[in-house]
């Protein structure tokens, strides 16, 4: 499947490869509401696509938070907001000229991290149902 192709590829840093995939799909496997284009109508494709799409934004396991690993390079402004990361993590962001500018993370536990964007890593330190705000300018 391909939206299968565009998970795999999303760990490997080519934001271009997904671009190409990302694209093919929306030409010819996407309905203007992305839902998937091949009958009989099939949910794990619909799945498969939301999912490889969340792949391109966020990668998370345990201890540790990438943000946007695949970017593709029409996306070049955006934001997410109640995404979630392991760990029982939400993820808010946003982004400008392809750069995360702020990040928000929320969690009901007491946990540390390791928060990875724009080529620099950071430990967070996030208090029981606490929120902790991140802004990366300039150096970042």
Not at 35 to 41: D, G, R, S, V
Not at 56 to 76: F, N, T, Y
Not at 100 to 119: A, D, F
């Amino acid at each position: 499947m391909v939206s299968n192709s565009v998970m795999n590829l999303s760990g490997t840093g080519s934001p271009n490869v997904q671009k190409g995939i990302y694209g093919y799909l929306q030409r010819k496997r996407l309905y203007p509401n992305m839902l998937c284009a091949h009958p009989p109508f099939q949910i794990d494709g619909n799945f498969g696509f939301a999912a490889a799409v969340a792949e391109m934004l966020v990668q998370s396991r345990k201890g540790h938070i990438l943000l946007l690993p695949a970017l593709p390079d029409e996306w070049k402004d955006g934001k997410v907001r109640g995404m979630k990361a392991q760990g029982d993590i939400t993820v808010d962001f946003e982004w400008r000229d392809c750069r995360i500018h702020r990040v928000r993370l929320s969690s009901p536990h007491e946990q540390k991290l390791t928060l990875e964007c724009n080529g620099v890593s950071k430990t967070v330190f996030l208090k029981p149902d606490g929120t902790e705000d991140v802004i990366f300018n300039g150096n970042y």
